[in-house]
């Protein structure tokens, strides 16, 4: 009984090893190669995580960075714009915005951000324990930004 019972184990975590082995890790997003070939050759994620640019603005954007050189195709443009406006899309303006833009941002992509939503006291307790983390949010933005995140992200 104690050989069968072995001999299944030992049946069963070879084939989740070997079932693990033949998957493909997950494959970044045409948009997201695009980016990572096209603007990461001349800067790195802050100037893109800090913009927050509609469709309008990062076709713009990525346009005069084509022109300074940035090797994007022009088949390549609309999809590299597409991945920009969803990973790195607009926020809604107001007091606050640049302080989320300029802090939050140094850890969190925009997309987490969008993702998270709570009432005002949850993203009060979230933005303490943030800084307790130690980010850089200073006395004078906190309320700003408190403010900022619970009238644009609070609970659905």
């Keep these: 009984m104690r050989k069968t019972i072995l001999w299944f184990c030992v049946t069963v975590f070879s084939a989740i090893i070997v079932f693990a082995a033949g998957q493909n890790p997950p494959r970044a997003e045409k948009g997201e190669q695009i980016m990572n070939e096209a603007c990461m050759s001349c800067h ?3 100037p893109i995580d800090t913009q927050a640019q509609d469709k309008d603005g990062w076709t713009k954007l990525v346009k005069t960075m084509i ?3 940035a090797n994007v195709s022009t088949e390549d443009t609309p999809v590299l714009v597409e991945y920009l406006v969803k990973k ?3 926020l809604p303006n107001g007091a606050g915005k640049k302080i989320l833009l300029e802090t939050c941002t140094l850890c969190h992509d925009l997309g987490r951000v969008r993702e ?3 009432t005002r006291e949850e993203w ?3 933005l303490v324990h943030m800084m307790g983390e130690g980010a850089p949010l200073a006395d004078e ?3 700003v930004l408190l403010n900022y995140l619970a009238r644009n992200f609070g609970p659905r």
């Design 44 to 46: 790195d994620f802050r």
């Design 67 to 69: 022109d300074k050189g």
């Design 88 to 90: 790195h899309g607009p």
């Design 116 to 118: 998270h939503s709570g």
């Design 124 to 126: 009060e307790g979230l």
């Design 141 to 143: 933005d906190f309320e």
